[in-house]
C-alpha cells in the first residue's frame, strides 16, 4: 500500500443517527459537544491510535459494503448513515501520524496515532478529538464519494 499523502481524506463510519445528526451541524454547533467519545472510540477507555480508512482510495460501492459488513459489529446498529471524512494534513498536524495499516477485511485501512503521553486519559486525548470534530466535514451515504 502506498504511503498515505497529506491530499488524502480518512473517514469514520457512523452507525447512529445520533452521531448523524450532531456531524451534519455547522461547526460551530459540534465543536465542543459531548460526542466525541461516540464518535472516536470506546468511552471504557482512552485511545492511543484513531481507526480510519483513506477515503480518497475507495468508491461508494465499497464504502457502504464494508460499513453494512461491519454493522453487526457495532453495538445497536441497524446501517451504516455516511462517514466523517478529514483531511489528512489537519489530522497529522500537532505530533499526530496518519500512517496506513491494512486490515484483513480493509486493505484501505489507516490510523491516526496520537503523540506519545497525549492519550492517558479521555482528558488528553479528547483535546485531538474536538480538533477532529473541527476540521471534519460529514458525507452521507447517499453519496458522493471518490471514484477509485
Known amino acids: 500500500m502506498d504511503a498515505v499523502r497529506d491530499d488524502e481524506r480518512v473517514w469514520r463510519d457512523v452507525y447512529h443517527s445520533r452521531q448523524k445528526k450532531h456531524l451534519d451541524r455547522p461547526v460551530e454547533e459540534r465543536r465542543f459537544n459531548s460526542e466525541t467519545k461516540t464518535v472516536f472510540g470506546t468511552r471504557k477507555a ?5 481507526s480510519t480508512s483513506l ?40 505530533n499526530r501520524l496518519v500512517e496506513s495499516s491494512p486490515q484483513p477485511d480493509n486493505c484501505y485501512h489507516a490510523n491516526i496515532v496520537l503523540p506519545d503521553g497525549e492519550w492517558e486519559t479521555w482528558e488528553d486525548g479528547e483535546v485531538h478529538l474536538r480538533h477532529f470534530l473541527a476540521i471534519g466535514t460529514w458525507q452521507d451515504r447517499a453519496g458522493p464519494l471518490a471514484s477509485s
Open 46 to 50: 482512552p485511545i492511543k491510535e484513531i
Open 55 to 94: 477515503y480518497d482510495r475507495v468508491d461508494l460501492e465499497f464504502a457502504t459494503s464494508a460499513g453494512d459488513h461491519r454493522t453487526k459489529q457495532v453495538n445497536g446498529a441497524t446501517k451504516i448513515y455516511g462517514w466523517f471524512l478529514m483531511p489528512v494534513y489537519e489530522a497529522a498536524t500537532n
